[in-house]
Nanobody
Framework: QVQLVESGGGSVQAGGSLRLSCAASEYTFSRYCMGWFRQAPGKEREAVAAIDDIGNKAYAASAKGRFTISKDNAKNTLDLQMTSLKPVDTAMYYC?????????????????WGQGTQVTVSS
């Protein structure tokens, strides 16, 4: 049973930074595509960024230039460095994993999900 656990969420003022981390058990990061998604109240879950088995990355338009996804295969961790945060970035952020190495930003392509970590950005 794959288990994903996020950490690093919190409250920050606009323009600030946060670093989210995701740890996994029963799952080998190096073999598969991993991603970060978010969901704001009343909105659908949306992609933020993804990274495939060999380190290729993809970003949603809203994240480009501000967020950086990375992973440490040795530690089996996935990170999301977020800078220049805006109030519209306020959401629950989820770590997700595929059972395929192929890069994707599609919610339905990810069968494994963490419980989420809340990010709140105040103006």
């Amino acid at each position: 049973q794959v288990q994903l656990v996020e950490s690093g969420g919190g409250s920050v003022q606009a323009g600030g930074s946060l670093r989210l981390s995701c740890a996994a058990s029963e799952y080998t990061f190096s073999r598969y595509c991993m991603g970060w998604f978010r969901q704001a109240p009343g909105k659908e879950r949306e992609a933020v960024a993804a990274i495939d088995d060999i380190g290729n990355k993809a970003y949603a338009a809203s994240a480009k230039g501000r967020f950086t996804i990375s992973k440490d295969n040795a530690k089996n961790t996935l990170d999301l460095q977020m800078t220049s945060l805006k109030p519209v970035d306020t959401a629950m952020y989820y770590c997700a994993a595929r059972d395929s190495p192929d890069l994707s930003l599609t919610v339905d392509a990810f069968p494994y999900w963490g419980q989420g970590t809340q990010v709140t950005v105040s103006s």
